[in-house]
């Protein structure tokens, strides 16, 4: 990535930055399937028939900007192999182009997924569909703000997904409706980002969440031709910037014992969110202060931190190349350094 980009990732991040304390994420609660579930792209099973829709997708910049002018909505389920993702995605014009595996999808109108299952803002997978069903799957080890590269040679190995039509795909003499994707990822294939661990527990909870990517279009010649206008980026969970690149505001995903369409399980609502946005905050301020001076510090007052920041709860080092910043005064620490990973210990 070169060096104009990644200033301007760390200044919308470092920008960012308010008096109060970022909202909590979109969450969903996943239960284990009753049935059997064939990969059809249809949703017509009775497992997904009682798993709740999620709210409508926002725009990614968050609530205050433009409502999406089409609908998009998911639900999971989960069994003790897979993790099942469906999703909605109404528009009144069904088209895609790419057909090679890791094609650079977003090109396309399409349906990304991006899943963190340690939380910890690093070694996170991300997928995105078009309509035709080409796949894009990649690894990041971090994000692109932290010096990260997608490494296209990472498979989600096992994974099976479906597309239905509920109009006609590439044809613009009629008006369509939706377009519906029917995903079923292994968990293994998950579990490999967390590095070591094999197990999945019920009452786990990872960061994840979903976008679209939506591209005004004109009809020419019969075919479909977009605008040279910008995409729309609709997504589950606000990022609070364009840039779906930020983990650390990705919506939580909770596993939940109980078949769906029996009793609901509590969230579990997070609750280190506010420390870990003020750990977040201090991050982005040294990311912007060695932007500028070529070196970190460990002097809180050379930072412009917002107000939630309580420096007394919080311990910095910094030998001017990297920093180290934790809690203090709980027995559950909480770390992040310059490479954006966060910790809970």
Known sequence: MNKILMTILLLSLYNN???QVPPVPAHYVCYKISDDIAIDGKLNERSWKLAQWSDPFQDIEGYS?????EQTHVKMLWDDS???IGAHIETKNIWATLTQHDSIVFHDNDF?????????????????FNALGTLMDIFLEKPYRDGGFPIFGWECKGIQYAISYEGTINNPSDVDTAWNIEIKIPLSSLLDLERGKKHLAAGTQWRINFSRVQWNVKVENNSYVKLHEPEHNWVWSPQWAINMHRPEYWGYLQFSSRKVGTNEDV????????????LMAVYAAERHYYETTHQYTNDFSQLNLPEYVAINKLSIQSDGDQFMLKTTGSDKVLSID??????VE
């Open 112 to 128: 990304e997924i991006f899943i963190n299952p340690d939380g910890n803002n690093h070694n996170y997978g991300e997928m995105e």
């Open 65 to 69: 900007e433009p409502q999406p002018t």
């Open 82 to 84: 897979s993790l099942y």
């Open 267 to 278: 969230f579990l609502t997070d609750t280190n969110w506010d420390t870990r946005m003020q």
């Open 338 to 343: 310059q490479t954006g990973l966060l910790l």
């Open 17 to 19: 930055v308010s008096c």
